[in-house]
């Protein structure tokens, strides 16, 4: 059976999040990436009254001090995943989006045998989806490259949710925090090690989309 139509995709997945957000649409979404955050109360306090919470592959939410949250109500995650405490805990009181953008090239893997046997996974359209991130990042001429899955979440918020303030923390490209160069690269991790930089990422590019989504004003990076 062939995949629904793209605007189909788009109200479909919109459908599926706004219960997450309370059943109307979200004023602010926070997306909390993986990059390692000392402590802030003032931070964690403005991801846990977004309406809504994203994040992604590889993360702990707050346990003592404060710095990025307690809440989660959508994981954003690939197979390669290499998880963290919180990646499945509670996995049936979350809706899970799986961006498998290398399906577009090559990649064809099967979900890994140890995931949870009941979770049930959204996939996020390549056609709808991916390939506009690929092309806020201008990579159209690029021939086998595309988002990280941060940065491709920041992206999918704003296009189901364009009125919505997009809050981001956790980014290894927002300013001033080092980002890795060379595709053997490591991006250090809030929780657990390094997670190595394939050679399909543009992280100077991505960081420039970062930056002009910031000037354009709808989206909010939370220091």
């Known amino acids: 059976m062939l995949p629904p139509p793209a605007p189909q995709q788009t109200q479909i997945l919109r459908r599926l999040l706004l219960p997450r957000a309370g059943g109307r649409l979200p004023r602010t979404v926070a997306v909390v990436g993986n990059a390692p955050l000392g402590p802030s109360a003032g931070r964690a306090a403005a991801i846990d009254a977004a309406d809504l919470v994203v994040r992604m592959t590889t993360f702990a939410v ?38 498998e953008p290398g399906r577009a090239f090559w990649e064809s893997e099967p979900l890994p045998p140890w995931w949870p046997a009941d979770l049930e996974l959204i996939p996020i359209s390549n056609r709808e989806f991916t390939s506009r991130t690929r092309s806020a ?87």
């Open 62 to 99: 707050d346990r003592h001090e404060p710095a990025i949250g307690t809440r989660t109500d959508v994981v954003v995650l690939h197979r390669a995943v290499r998880p963290g405490p919180d990646t499945f805990r509670d996995h049936a009181d979350r809706l899970y989006l799986l961006a």
């Open 137 to 223: 990042m201008r990579l159209g001429r690029v021939a086998v490259a595309w988002p990280t899955t941060g940065t491709l979440a920041v992206h999918l918020m704003h296009r189901l949710f364009p009125h919505a303030r997009i809050l981001l923390a956790g980014s290894s490209l927002l300013p001033g925090v080092p980002a890795a160069r060379g595709p053997a690269a490591g991006l250090d991790h809030h929780w657990g090690g390094p997670v190595t930089l394939t050679p399909e990422h543009r992280l100077d590019r991505e960081g420039r989309a970062l930056a002009s989504w910031q000037r354009a004003g709808w989206l909010e990076p939370l220091a």
